[in-house]
């Protein structure tokens, strides 16, 4: 452990210590445990640090050593858990793959966004930085009526669900 260094863990960690909840969450049905168990992995992870390849991905490292900590958190509540190790597998397995899809719904989205023109993404910027913010306010922001908005903005969303579904059927064919 002499090679680790403890601020490249601490920077990774904190960077994706969200989505490695997400991970564990679903397959432990509680938030506390949930914690306590990225708590466990994060010690895990820390103990064979100076083992982590740079080169590679952070996160599906890191999630090997969740996976067998909600395995451990199984085992020792066999008697409050219906959970059984295939269980767990399965339902980790439909997390990654799940997130595989996400990640490409997002990366497909980002593509589409760049067709559109940018008074269409400033619009959508606008629209989507407040998301608390009325119609109303919106249109007067970027002078409009607030009809002819909502209607602009139902015409890009419609343009960006097309759009996303067009690349993730092509991804699908292929």
Known sequence: MADADPSQFVRLLMEHQDRLLRYILPLVGSKDDAED???????AI?????????TQPFVPWAKKFAHNEILRHH???????????ELVEDLASRYDQREELRICRY????ECMEKL??????????RYRNPQAT??????????????LYKSLAR????????????????ETT
């Open 37 to 43: 168990i990225l708590q466990e992995t994060a010690t």
């Open 156 to 171: 890009m969303r419609r343009q960006l669900f097309n759009c996303v579904n067009r690349k993730l059927e092509r991804l």
């Open 46 to 54: 820390w103990k064979k640090f100076d083992q982590f390849d740079t």
């Open 117 to 126: 023109p940018d008074g269409d993404r400033q619009i959508l910027d606008i």
């Open 75 to 85: 085992r020792n509540k066999k008697s409050v858990t219906f959970l059984t190790e």
């Open 107 to 110: 990366e497909a989205l980002m």
């Open 135 to 148: 119609i109303q306010s919106l249109a007067n922001e970027v002078e409009q009526s607030a009809n002819v």
